[in-house]
């Protein structure tokens, strides 16, 4: 593999790594409803704001998510929502492995 293309998949993972924990996933995901609070991630997740805010960080600085002060709030949202398309593409795994493993492979 050349340093180009090396330097390219290592860009790949980091996105991955920055989703690969329940709680961001579950971010993303609220997220594709529109623009949320940290006070509104915080109860729907049931964690404190420190960690919460910890979460968010790493999902923004993968760029995966954007935030914006308003006041005294931050309002964080999906810079692209393509990436919920990987949810569906991981469900379909998912789903396929279950299949797999009640032996129903094609």
Not at 8 to 37: D, F, Q, W
Request: charged share 30%; with cysteine.
């Amino acid at each position: 593999m050349n340093p180009k293309d090396r330097s390219r998949y290592e860009a790949r993972a980091a996105v991955l790594k920055s989703m690969a924990h329940p709680t961001r996933l579950y971010i993303v995901e609220a997220l594709s409803g529109g623009e949320r609070n940290v006070r509104e991630l915080t109860d729907r997740i049931g964690a404190d704001i420190s960690t919460v805010s910890k979460h968010l960080s790493v999902l923004r600085n993968a760029g995966i998510i954007r935030d914006e002060k308003r006041g005294a709030q931050v309002f964080y949202s999906l810079v692209v929502p393509c990436v919920l398309n990987f949810f569906s593409c991981v469900e379909t795994v998912l789903d396929e492995r279950a299949r797999e493993q009640a032996g129903w492979v094609r």
